[in-house]
């Protein structure tokens, strides 16, 4: 089975800095995928970044940039340049096969991220 | 377009009660999931569905049954609420290509007594 590990469950970094959140994951499948997910204190879910396991340049999307290194498996998220409103849980997830091509994610637990003025 | 929406937003069952979560996207997406958040966890599957009429189990179905009969509606019954049930339960859709993010509800907050 598919496994997301996400090893920092907190992070305080001060405002303008850039943060690296953690992400590894663990899979027999060839071809997959990870996502990057916001949760605001509000509880909505925000699609930040996708990684597909044959892309060869890091995706990237405004602030965020996602480190893929295949061989050490791991998805780490960089954000540039924090900002307040980035205070929020962050979930890696990876895409899963299953019947007929649909998609089913597996989530990480999580890493809240508190940046301080 | 109003996207992804779960009614109630907030529920508080006895254990032993029944109840259905809705849910409803009106973006033609094909495939549509039930997720549970367990407070300081991730997201886990219960179940999901790639069409009207097929369903399949996710990584935690059981006390959970869904059924769909429309591509726009996925409900999600819980069959005798028991305190484990307690959790935030988000419903999502997507078209299925394989780099597009699945696109979350609001989510619904149930509590079990």
């Not at chain 2, 059924?67 to 299925?96: H, I, K, N």
């Amino acid at each position: 089975a598919q496994k997301i590990t996400q090893t920092q469950p907190g992070m305080f970094v001060q405002e303008k800095e850039a943060v690296t959140l953690d992400c590894t994951y663990d899979t027999s499948d060839q071809s997959y995928g990870l996502f990057w997910y916001k949760q605001p204190s509000s509880g909505e879910m925000i699609f930040l970044i996708y990684q597909g396991s044959y892309d060869e340049q890091n995706a990237t999307e405004g602030r965020y940039s996602l480190n893929f290194q295949k061989a050490r498996k791991s998805a780490n998220l960089v954000i540039s340049a924090s900002q307040l409103g980035d205070s929020a849980m962050y979930f890696c997830a990876m895409r899963e096969a299953a019947i007929q091509g649909a998609q089913k994610l597996v989530f990480g637990q999580g890493t809240r991220l508190t940046i301080n003025p | 377009n109003a996207g992804v929406t779960q009614t109630p937003k907030f529920q508080v069952l006895k254990t032993g009660q029944s109840m259905t979560l809705q849910c409803a996207q009106d973006m033609n997406h094909e495939y549509m999931s039930w997720y549970r958040q367990d407070p300081g966890m991730g997201l886990r599957l219960i179940h999901y569905s790639v069409g009207a009429g097929i369903t399949d189990q996710g990584e935690v179905p059981n006390g959970y049954n869904v059924s769909r009969s429309t591509t726009e509606d996925f409900p999600l019954r819980l069959l005798s609420a028991a305190p484990s049930q307690t959790s935030v339960y988000f419903c999502a859709s997507s078209w299925g290509r394989r780099q597009e993010t699945q696109y979350f509800g609001p989510g619904t907050r149930l509590l079990v007594l």
